[in-house]
């Protein structure tokens, strides 16, 4: 019986030995591999042709932005051509501003009756030292009139009069001479490079009379 006992006992313990591999398995590279292998399945890859680093400046690289102005003739113009933006263009920052009147102005002794009084007014200018200025020969309201200076803005021809007046001369008077430019109302749009070709596209196409500009046009 003891017998009996001992070789169960032993039978056990060869098959406990053969199921942990302890005896009959030829171990594999392959197997030592996989048992050295600590959570595969949590293994990410960051990266596969770059350097993680190259992906994250890519990443993080500004979108290139493109400011767009409209020349609109009037303010009401301006307001449906905002409209049109806004309600297509949202996203795109819009800025709107007056461009005033641009005319030029002169200093000028008005037109004499005759040419006989033309000449005899430049003779007097002449006496008073004065050598800048033209008798107008052209046809129209002007013919002989005296210039005395053109100048671009109102108050360059006031100093002008003024210096005119300390010398002597007492007809001289300031006046527009032209309008080069009528007031006009700058409408600036500001945003992602392709967003504004875009709305540069689609505002032709709803007003095709409107001329773009660059920003900050004067």
């Known amino acids: ?19 942990q591999g302890f005896i009959g398995v030829q171990t594999t590279p392959d197997a030592v591999r996989l048992n050295e ?5 949590q293994i990410k890859v960051l990266s596969r042709d770059e350097p993680p680093e190259a992906r994250t400046e890519e990443v993080n690289k500004p979108v290139p932005e493109r400011c767009l102005a409209w020349l609109v003739p009037a303010e009401a113009d301006a307001e449906r051509l905002e409209a049109a933006l806004g309600e297509s263009f949202g996203g795109l920052r819009r800025v ?15 037109p004499q009756a005759n040419k006989a009084e033309a000449d005899k007014k430049a ?6 030292g004065i050598k800048d200025f033209f008798v107008v020969q052209e046809a129209g309201a002007n013919r002989l009139a005296i210039s005395l200076g053109v100048f671009s803005s109102e108050q360059a ?33 500001t945003g992602p490079e392709t967003r504004v070709s875009e709305a540069k596209d689609a505002m032709s196409q709803q007003f095709p009379d409107m ?8």
């Open 211 to 218: 001329k773009t500009a660059a920003c900050g046009n004067s």
């Open 157 to 189: 021809a006031e100093e002008r009069l003024e210096d005119l007046r300390g010398q002597g001369v007492r007809s001289a008077k300031v006046a527009r001479r032209a309008v080069l430019r009528a007031e006009q109302v700058l409408l600036e749009a």
């Open 96 to 110: 709107r501003r007056v461009l005033p009147e641009q005319s030029s102005w002169w200093v000028l002794i008005p």
């Open 123 to 128: 003779a007097e200018l002449k006496r008073l």
């Open 37 to 41: 292998q600590l959570a595969a399945d």
């Open 1 to 19: 019986m003891r017998a009996i006992v001992f070789l169960l006992v032993a039978l056990n313990l060869v098959f406990f030995a053969w199921t």
